[in-house]
């Protein structure tokens, strides 16, 4: 599972013209479904993904969560993160997560998450999205659960 979380002060998602998703200051987060991904690395990711202290306190150092300054998360499915470019030109998505399956784990994120935070809205899961962002910083982070999770097991 990676998720790419870029700090916003705004973003939104558009499908045929229509905004189906906006949120002010926060994350939006690109979530990549692979091969082997669950519910328990779901949740795992979703907590580090709410702890993770990448907002200024009042010194201007990253001291705070998303829930500390009542952030808000823009999710967007894109299984595109598990391209592998390792032969020849055009990538393969073997690595991705079956659509269907996919799809079932990306709602079960929306869902915890949105237990946790307060605003969270969502893209929708196969369609051709735009996505609009006013990056804060600029300030992206990769969570990959093999690096997170998986190797600390």
Known sequence: ??????????????VDGEVVGAIDRGYMVLVGLGQGDDESIADKMIDKMVKLRIFEDEEGKTNLSIDDVGGQILLVSQFTLYANCKKGNRPSFIDALDP???ERLYEYIVKKTSERIAVVEKGIFGADM???ILNDGPFTVILDSDEIIKKNS
Do not use: D, G, T
């Open 130 to 132: 735009k996505v609009e």
């Open 1 to 14: 599972m990676k998720f790419v979380i870029q700090r916003v002060l705004k973003s939104s998602v558009s």
């Open 100 to 102: 269907a399956e996919s």
